[in-house]
């Protein structure tokens, strides 16, 4: 089926700003409460949010196979679980409606105020529910640029396979939640013995993550080339971090307390239709992979994404740019590979990419990294310098994909540190 909505030439009659994240051939979807405390599945279009359950009910997707509920829910898990074609079918859709040569809606005021919200009017919740969450440890510049710290090597298994854990998704929270310092054990240098109290090094990580359907049965394992079929979209993903129960904890075991306590993404899910122009190559693997992760083709993205730090009361400062493209093992790889032993995925599920690091300085997507764990500090543009983040920062993240026809982003992921009760 033709992917009408992402034709560069089309323009909407909504007003959308210059170097817009959401340009009329992005159309990402999520979920939001209306001004009338209404909870809706929408999509947005430059600075508007648009109620797809009242386009649904005015008869705008007529001709699509839809349950009457479909957009009256407070999750797109029922969505995703339609599959590609559903989603092809109302993308092309809606970008037809506010198209600026299609006058259905534009001319009908009636339908119009019952349908677009201004962006500031509504409150955007967590798009999906998320059964599981698995994070991927998928950059070698992050894996290096660690190891490399602590004089270790990558471990044999790591060029191999892509590496992973399984997270909690009970604490994953959408962007604007505030974010409360955690406690736990660590174990000092100096001490005889663990102590217990509020983390010192909670760090950021800048990654993306990317949402599944419906995919497989228990006990059945997903091709390497029919992984695309079952990725709906991508967010931005920040998977938080207290280094110092990070490091008491994960002998010999992997994380535990140190993540678990919050992992925040960004509200729009940007399909992965918007973002098939964006297609590249990934890094070279060597040695080759085993047969079951064996790819070609271009199987990764070209998503620029910026890390910033802003303290309260004042103005952010950015501290990485770095790009989703350098990582090592791609989407295709870690779903087949999480299925491969007949794990089974279902709609919603949600997968990081693991911190995504360039190769110098300033394309780091940790301060573990930016700051060479606290020993050279980052100064900021208020003149103080950060080791980690303070109580009262707000982490923020960007990602974009652009060429010279359209500019296609996420929005942001923001969270502010609060100080531990």
């Not at 047969?291 to 990485?320: F, M």
Request: glycine share 8%; hydrophobic share 35%; net charge neutral.
């Amino acid at each position: 089926m033709k992917i009408t909505a992402n034709n560069p030439e089309k323009r909407s009659w909504l007003h959308i700003e210059k170097n817009c994240d959401f340009p009329i051939q992005n159309i990402p979807f999520g979920v939001f409460l209306t001004n009338e405390d209404i909870t809706t599945i929408g999509t947005r279009i430059g600075n508007y949010a648009i109620d797809l359950a009242a386009l649904h009910q005015l008869g705008y997707f007529e001709g699509i196979p839809l349950t009457d509920d479909m957009f009256m829910q407070d999750s797109l898990n029922d969505f995703i679980s339609d599959g590609q074609t559903t989603w092809r079918l109302v993308r092309n859709r809606i970008a037809d409606i506010f198209d600026d040569k299609n006058n259905k809606l534009k001319e009908n005021k009636k339908h119009r105020e019952k349908v677009i919200f201004d962006i500031d009017e509504i409150e955007m919740l967590l798009p999906v529910d998320i059964g599981d969450f698995t994070d991927f440890y998928s950059s070698k510049n992050h894996a290096m640029n660690v190891v490399s710290m602590f004089g270790n090597a990558l471990t044999p298994n790591w060029l191999h396979m892509p590496l992973a854990y399984h997270g909690r998704s009970s604490s994953i929270v959408v962007s604007g939640k505030k974010i409360r310092r955690p406690k736990g054990q660590t174990f000092p240098k100096g001490e005889k013995s663990p102590v217990f109290g509020p983390s010192k090094l909670v760090d950021f990580e800048l990654e993306m993550g990317f949402i599944t359907t419906d995919a497989n049965k228990l006990g059945k394992s997903i091709d390497i080339n029919e992984t695309d079929a079952y990725i709906f979209g991508m967010v931005l993903l920040n998977d938080w971090s207290a280094r110092d129960i990070q490091k008491w904890e994960s002998e010999p075991l992997g994380p535990f307390l140190a993540k678990s306590f919050a992992t925040t993404i960004s509200p729009w899910i940007v399909t992965m239709d918007a973002l098939e122009p964006f297609r590249v190559e990934s890094p070279e693997q060597d040695p080759k992979p085993l047969e079951y992760l064996q790819q070609e083709g271009k199987n990764s993205y070209d998503i620029k994404l910026v890390a910033s730090i802003k303290p309260k009361k004042q103005k952010r400062t950015v501290v990485s740019k770095t790009n989703y493209k350098y990582n090592y093992w791609t989407m295709g790889q870690q779903l087949a590979h999480q299925t491969v032993n007949g794990c089974n995925v279902r709609s919603g599920d949600l997968y990081g990419s693991g911190t995504n690091s360039g190769s110098k300085e300033g394309t780091y997507g940790s301060m573990l990294e930016l700051t060479m764990a606290g020993s050279k500090p980052i100064k900021l543009n208020d003149g103080t310098e950060r080791k980690f983040i303070n109580d009262g920062d707000t982490v923020i993240l960007k990602g974009y994909c652009k060429n010279k026809n359209v500019r296609i982003g996420f929005g942001e992921c923001k969270s502010r540190l609060r100080k531990a009760k």
